[in-house]
């Protein structure tokens, strides 16, 4: 599987605590060797305006987490309750957005 190094650089950034821009992107990328592509960077930091990188992130884990929960119960069958619809919603909203990140 081939990860965009774009977005680690929108990640890198935004974790640094920096302005996620075109020249930042591009800063990112160049100085991890590679060729950069201006209208790429400049698509990308227009796509991420606005958005909650904090409240993506968490939902992210949560997904993430939820499959490897269960293991942890050991192989006991546990009743399996039915997600509320909001929080189906909300997975799928989550889903999307980062959808929408990776192309």
Do not use: C, R, W
């Not at 990640?11 to 302005?19: C, D, P, R, V």
């Not at 160049?30 to 227009?46: F, I, N, P, R, T």
């Amino acid at each position: 599987m081939k990860v965009d190094p774009y977005l680690h650089a929108v990640l890198l950034l935004h974790g640094a605590g920096k302005e996620v821009s075109k020249e930042g992107i591009v800063a990112v990328i160049k100085a991890s060797g590679a060729e950069a592509d201006d209208a790429k960077a400049q698509v990308l930091a227009e796509a991420v305006k606005g958005v909650d990188f904090e409240d993506l992130l968490k939902q992210s884990t949560m997904v993430a987490a939820a499959p490897a929960a269960a293991p942890a119960a050991g192989g006991a069958a546990a009743k399996k309750e039915e997600p509320k619809e909001d929080e189906g919603k909300k997975e799928e909203e989550a889903a999307a957005g980062l959808a929408n990140l990776f192309g």
